[in-house]
Every structure is written in C-alpha cells, then in structure tokens.
C-alpha cells in the first residue's frame, strides 16, 4: 500500500469515527466523548495535512528546488505535531471546565459500544500507517501513525470513563486531562524529530552502511557527513585512492561505489564524493540521483581557446551534419552574447579509434556548452544531461 492511500483511507476512516463520537457525545453529555470528537475532527485534518505532504515532497527536484520538496513533507509532520498539541488543550480545558458543571453525563450502552469500536479501528490504523510510514520513511505518514495510537490511549480512557461514570462521577473530566497530557507528551516527541529534521540532523545508521559499502569494495574512506531531510538522505564523503590511477580510472571507481550505494541504500537521494589524494586534486561526484558527476580538475583541455558560447556538431567526410555522438570529426562554432557566431573551426577528435569514439571526454575536453547531431540515441542524451551540455538534433548545420 502506498503512503497516499493510506493516508486518504485514514482520513476516511477518521471522518466517520468523528461523525458517531459527536452524535454519542452530545446523547450523553459526556465531556470526554466530546473532548474526544474534536480530537478525531483534528485528525481529519492532520490526515489532510499528511497527503498533501506526502505528495508534494514526491515532486522532482527543479532548478529552483535542486535538493527536491523533501522538507514540505516535514513541515507538514509539524503541522500534525501541532494539531496534537492543540487537541491536547483543548481536551484538557474541557476535563477541568466539566468539575464546574451540575448534570452527570448519562450511561449510554451505545457510547461505549462505539468507543469500542473506536479503539479497534484506531488501533488497525495506527500499525497499518506504522508500517506503510516505515517502509516509505514517511515522517509526516509516522507523525500521523503517532495520531491514531494516541486515539487508541485517549480511546480507552474514555471508554473507563463512561463504564465507570455511574460509580465515580468525577471520573470523566479526570480522564479527559490525562488523555490530554498523553496527547502533549506525544505532539512533543514528534516535534522533537520535525525540528531535528529542519535543522538537517545527522543519520548515523546511514553513514555506517556507507562506510561498509565503501570497506567492501577496498575504498579507505576519510570521512563522511549526512543530514536527513524529510525522507531524504544527503551525504558527503572523501575517500582516498591511488595517486597513480588516471582520471578515467578515478571516475570508473567512484561511479561504481555510487551506482551500489545507490542500488542498495534506496533513501540516499544524492551524494558527493571527493578523491581525496588524486593527482587530479580531488573530484566531486553528483550521483545519478542529483543528475551529473564532474571533476573539478584533470580533465585534458584541447581545441582552440573558447571564445564564447561554444556549440559543437558532429560532421562527415564531406563537412554535413552527421549522426552520431563519438565521432572521428567535429564542427566548433563560438557566440557572443549577443548569439552571433564569432569563430568556427572544424576539429579532429584525438580520442577516435581508442576503443570507441569516447564523445563525451572529447566534448568535456573542447568545453562544450551544446552538442548538435542529426540524430542522438537515449544513453547518449542522458550521457550529456549528466554533464550539463544541452543537445539539439536537426538535418543541417
């Protein structure tokens, strides 16, 4: 099950538990049950709140967003946080206001069979949300599981009140504060976590399994850094590898460590890792999550001296636009700002012939901006979206 439809069958379930409370309450004059009725209204609410953060925090990342919507999923955990607290009050303000009245409420056969039900079905919510929030790590879906377990405990402190109602009177309004303060006591934990959350706490658990990760493949690791935000985890790590290894041999060991931290750690959205004691100076790693990887340095620069926006297109034998990405013969154009081509000269690409047309290294190397060709196939375009070039096809220059 999915964390939405759990939260949508929870607010479903919330609402007709609402509805019966309030009519029972208003039957028997029980401040309890009443006290009890708003706070599953609050719930209603508080299950709102968790879809649409739930959903929200789905969205992709953007260029205005680039770390996602993960943290709208841990406001809206505050949120709920928040509405505990309030029910809390409010169900405590009415425990003590009852000591001041004149009528008992009445024994009602009805109510307590309803608040029977009430505890079952809060009780099938709360493990279902438990288990759906942690399988998803969804906080607001667990903030929202704490909820319904706190319906269970403020449930069966009702459920007492009214059984004992004709023996201790008083017993109602008692056990609306001490639901109350269970309720306080809940809203602070999860609070406590939204607030470790904003603040990007450290994930300790996370950080051990890379390190294990990292040991496994024979990589000594120098440090690593992680803060949770939301259901997200990013992560920062430096390793340390042969000063002797290329730079093609650098990327190829640390996109392999990516791609099985990725693989095996399904909550690490993003993580840079740099090398440490590389000839190159170090080398910052986007995984596949945040969408490109670069060096910082070490990357061969050839070709004529950019002098603007620099374009190139794979050309033929016969100087036409060609198909293709790791070709023999490429076409650089620079612009102006003002879009105006300024220089154009035709280049051969050094890397042909090396066990492939290596398009990519051959474009980094010529610092392209923007690569054109009549046709370009789905690995290649995702190759230059990981690099940051942009792409076009089109049949002429």
Partial sequence: MSAELTAIIATLVNVVLTALKLTAGILTGSVALLAESIHSGLDIISSLVTFAGIKTAQKPSTEKHPYGFYRVEVISGGVVAFLLGVSAVWIMYEGIVSFTGDEAPIYSYLAIALMMLSVVANEVMA????????????ISLVADAEHSRADVVSSLGVLLALILIPY??????????????????????????????????????????????????NIEVKEVKTRKIGPAVFAEMIIDLDSKLSVDGATKITKDLENTLDRKIPSLKQITIQVDSHATGGSTILSSFGGKYHFKRGVEKIGPVKK???????????????????????????YNKSGEEIFRKEIENPYWGDGGGHGIKFLKSVRADKFISKQIGPGAKQNLENNGIKYETRDLL
């Fill in 127 to 138: 493990r279902v949300k438990f288990k759906v929030g942690n399988e998803k790590e969804s």
């Fill in 168 to 217: 201790v009177s008083w017993i109602d309004g008692v056990v609306a504060i001490l639901v109350g303060v269970y309720i306080l006591y809940e809203a602070s934990v999860i609070g406590k976590e939204v607030v470790d959350s904003l603040i990007d706490v450290s994930d300790p658990e996370i950080k051990t399994q890379i390190e294990k990760i990292a040991k496994a493949k």
């Fill in 308 to 334: 603007g926006k620099r374009t190139v297109a794979v050309i033929d034998d016969d100087k036409r636009l060609a198909v293709g990405f790791g070709a023999k013969r490429y076409l650089i154009i620079d």
